[in-house]
C-alpha cells in the first residue's frame, strides 16, 4: 500500500520560502507523477503542480512564477519550494500521486500539512 | 485553462436518498482525464471516480459517474450516513494543467 508523508515548517514568515517534503512508502517513485495541492482553511483544493519520476514538472499558470517541485529518487521523495509566501498562500498541503498511465488522476493522497505564514 | 462549474453549491438530503452532483467544464473535457472525489472534514480527498465512470479501488456501487463533453455527473444511488461530505470533480486538459471544481457539499437534512 502506497503511503504519503509531508513535512516541513508549519509556520513561514511573510516574504520567505516556504518547504515541504513529501516522503513515499510502500511503493517507487518511478514511473509515476507526483503533484501538489493545498487547500485555504474553509475553501477548495487548488493544483499547484506536479512532477514525473524523470524530473519534467508543469506548475499552475497562477504560480508558476514562485513554485519549484523536484525530485529525489534515491530517496523515494519529492519537494516543493513556494517563494515570496503571502497570508494567502495559508493553506493545508496535499502531496499525492498522479497517476498518469492512461489518465490524470489523483489516487493516494498525504494527510496534508497546515501551513501558516504569518510574522 | 479550462473551468470547472460544480451544482448545486449544498445539497440537503437524507440518508437512503438519491444524490446527483453535476460538474460543466467551460470547454470540452475528455471522459478519459475527468475524475470525482470525496472529502471529510480533517481528511484528505478520496478518489472515488475516474475516467468519468470507473470506480476506484474499494469504491461502493452505489456511486457512479457519467457524462461527456463538458457536463458529467456523480450519482450517489442511496446515501449512506458515512457519504454525507464535500465532492470535487477535476479535470486534466490539454495544456497539461489540472483544475479542481469549487465541490459540492452534500448534507443532511
Known amino acids: 500500500q502506497v503511503q504519503l508523508q509531508e513535512s516541513g515548517p508549519g509556520l513561514v514568515k511573510p516574504s520567505e520560502t516556504l518547504s515541504l517534503t513529501c516522503s513515499v512508502s510502500g511503493g517507487s517513485i518511478s514511473p509515476y507523477y507526483w503533484g501538489w495541492i493545498r487547500q485555504p482553511p474553509g475553501k477548495g483544493l487548488e493544483w499547484i503542480g506536479y512532477i514525473s519520476y524523470s524530473g519534467s514538472t508543469n506548475y499552475n499558470s497562477s504560480l508558476k512564477s514562485r513554485v519549484t517541485i523536484s525530485v529525489d529518487m534515491s530517496k523515494n521523495q519529492f519537494s516543493l519550494k513556494l517563494s515570496s509566501v503571502t497570508a494567502t498562500d495559508t493553506a493545508v498541503y496535499y502531496c499525492a500521486r498522479l497517476n498518469a498511465m492512461a489518465t490524470y488522476y489523483f489516487d493516494y493522497w498525504g494527510q496534508g500539512a497546515l501551513v501558516t505564514v504569518s510574522s | 485553462e479550462i473551468v470547472l462549474t460544480q451544482s448545486p453549491g449544498t445539497l440537503s438530503l437524507s440518508p437512503g436518498e438519491r444524490a446527483t452532483l453535476s460538474c460543466r467544464a467551460s470547454q470540452r473535457v475528455s471522459s478519459t482525464y475527468l475524475a470525482w472525489y470525496q472529502q471529510k472534514p480533517g481528511q484528505a480527498p478520496r478518489l472515488l471516480i475516474y475516467g468519468a465512470s470507473s470506480r476506484a479501488t474499494g469504491i461502493p456501487d452505489r456511486f457512479s459517474g457519467s457524462g461527456s463533453g463538458t457536463d458529467f455527473t456523480l450519482t450517489i444511488s442511496r446515501l449512506e450516513p458515512e457519504d454525507f461530505a464535500v465532492y470535487y470533480c477535476?479535470?486534466?486538459?490539454?495544456?497539461?494543467?489540472?483544475?479542481f471544481g469549487p465541490g459540492t457539499k452534500v448534507d443532511i437534512k
Open positions: 477535476q479535470q486534466y486538459g490539454s495544456s497539461a494543467e489540472v483544475t
